[in-house]
């Protein structure tokens, strides 16, 4: 059974910066683990892809540069380090796993097995 727990959301002013961490646990073999985000009144974007036994990364060209997402094996939690936080930042943001996917196309189709219940980042 596959569960995913966010953490690190808060209310932070512009300039700022967040690590946002996901606990997950349930998952063997090759996943693809994802962090997404919905704004309000707008659909769901992907963020930051990386795979659960190896280091490549990948990202939505509207965050590459200021979104770093990374892993820790050991504790199994994947991480979203978010710099220069914007107001259109401000989004619920999710974690999520899809098993024996790329993650390339992970991040553009969004389609994954397991979600987060999310945490809340806003930037004022």
């Known amino acids: 059974h596959v569960q995913l727990v966010e953490s690190g959301g808060d209310s932070v002013q512009a300039g700022g910066a967040l690590r946002l961490s996901c606990s997950y646990s349930?998952?063997?073999?090759?996943?693809?683990l994802a962090w997404s985000r919905q704004a309000p009144g707008k659909e769901r974007e992907g963020v930051a892809t990386i795979y659960s036994g190896g280091s490549t990364t990948y990202y939505a060209d509207s965050v590459e540069g200021r979104f770093t997402i990374s892993r820790d094996g050991a504790k199994n939690t994947v991480f979203l380090q978010i710099n220069s936080l914007n107001p259109e930042d401000t989004a619920m943001y999710y974690c999520a796993a899809a098993p024996g996917v790329g993650c390339y196309t992970a991040l553009r189709r969004q389609k994954y097995n397991y979600w987060g219940q999310g945490t809340q980042v806003t930037v004022s």
């Open positions: 349930g998952i063997s073999g090759s996943y693809c």
